[in-house]
């Protein structure tokens, strides 16, 4: 019987510790950068990161893009066509804005 009142005591204890637990506040994660490649690139009629290929829209509508692929490992956003014509094709910097 003296058994069975230990245990019973011991098992409150180890319970109640848990209820004593501090409460700490844990801030949100911070929002990811945005490197994304359907955001207009200046200067550029058609864009590229070599996983989705987007076109400017026309009369300055939202930009329209392909689908990504499934296993597709994006590289820097770089320009397939510049807006102007004979202007040479250059990598775009995705921290740049």
């Known amino acids: 019987m003296r058994l069975h009142v230990i245990v019973a005591i011991t098992a409150i204890l180890l319970a109640a510790g848990g209820a004593f637990a ?3 506040d844990i801030p949100p994660p911070p929002r990811p950068k945005d490197l994304s490649v359907h955001v207009n690139q200046p200067n550029c009629s058609q864009w590229t ?3 989705v290929t987007c076109m ?3 009369d300055g509508a ?3 893009c392909s689908n990504i692929g499934v296993a597709c490992q994006p ?3 770089r320009c ?3 807006d102007t014509p004979g202007e040479a094709q250059k990598p ?3 921290a740049a804005k």
Do not use: F, S, T, Y
């Open 62 to 64: 939202a930009p329209v």
């Open 92 to 94: 775009q910097d995705p």
């Open 80 to 82: 397939l066509a510049a």
């Open 56 to 58: 400017r829209g026309v």
């Open 75 to 77: 590289k820097p956003i």
């Open 49 to 51: 990161d070599d996983c």
């Open 22 to 24: 501090a409460e700490i």
